[in-house]
């Protein structure tokens, strides 16, 4: 009997290509930031520690320091204010579970954001909301945090192609932008309606250019001026501002 010979067949593997695209996100409801304080890092490295009777008769907020700290800040760049790359990814991932024709994972997978942290313009101002902490009692409080009434973004964005294309890209983060949001108590969480932002092209801004031009004017210098000198959000922070001075003139008499 003739003896047939195996043929090996040569499994031909292509790399995959990606595709890149800068697109701007015009915040259309304000942004609260709400990077962890530098005390809660300390206390998550070493340990939270009893407090003696000296720190516990001290005041239990300090508003302007917890302001300065709710942000996330740049040395350098056009802007001093920025956010971390990855929050708008996760924001991106989960607008995919309303989105028909992609998943959550395949946007984890498919997309990469090439900087650490995008730049934020706007002004930021000191405010203060009633929270509810997370123990059993959800125990109200008072948290401080940098409060931008107008904001705006630019984020780049790679690819892969031709899995996605430019215009999912762009979708996706338009529905990012509507149902997710970014920074605290945004759309996500149900209860708040803050971070929300449209989306556009650097070379197309169509009706959004002169909100982008105006917001975009609020950089570095503007931004450090008013970490420096605080100004209040509102009434209700204002009137909660002169109350703190007071107590603290009334306890060191």
């Not at 995919?96 to 900087?115: D, M």
């Not at 909660?240 to 003139?249: G, H, P, Y």
Request: with cysteine.
């Amino acid at each position: 009997m003739a003896v047939t010979k195996k043929t090996t067949e040569t499994m031909e593997i292509h790399a995959l290509k990606q595709g890149r695209i800068k697109l701007r996100m015009i915040g259309q409801t304000p942004m609260y930031f709400n990077s962890m304080g530098a005390k809660a890092w300390r206390d998550l490295l070493v340990g939270g520690g009893k407090k003696t009777a000296a720190q516990k008769k001290d005041i239990k907020h300090n508003p302007e320091q917890e302001y300065r700290e709710s942000i996330y800040k740049k040395s350098k760049g056009d802007t001093y204010l920025c956010f971390p790359a990855a929050g708008v990814k996760a924001a991106m991932s989960t607008a995919a579970l309303e989105t028909v024709g992609i998943t959550k994972s395949s946007v984890q997978r498919l997309i990469f954001l090439p900087e650490s942290h995008i730049q934020i313009w706007g002004k930021p101002y000191l405010k203060m909301d009633i929270v509810r902490s997370a123990d059993m009692n959800r125990t109200p409080d008072v948290r401080t945090r940098a409060y931008l009434p107008n904001w705006c973004a630019e984020v780049d964005i790679k690819f892969v192609i031709p899995t996605l294309s430019s215009h999912s890209i762009v979708s996706l983060l338009q529905n990012a932008g509507t149902i997710v949001g970014i920074g605290d108590f945004r759309q996500e969480k149900g209860k708040g309606m803050y971070g929300t932002f449209k989306v556009a092209s650097s070379e197309d801004m169509g009706d959004m250019q002169e909100i982008w031009d105006e917001t975009s004017k609020e950089g570095r210098a503007v931004q450090e001026l008013a970490m420096e000198q605080p100004e209040c959000a509102d009434e209700q922070t204002a009137e909660l501002m002169q109350f703190i001075q007071e107590e603290r003139l009334r306890r060191a008499a």
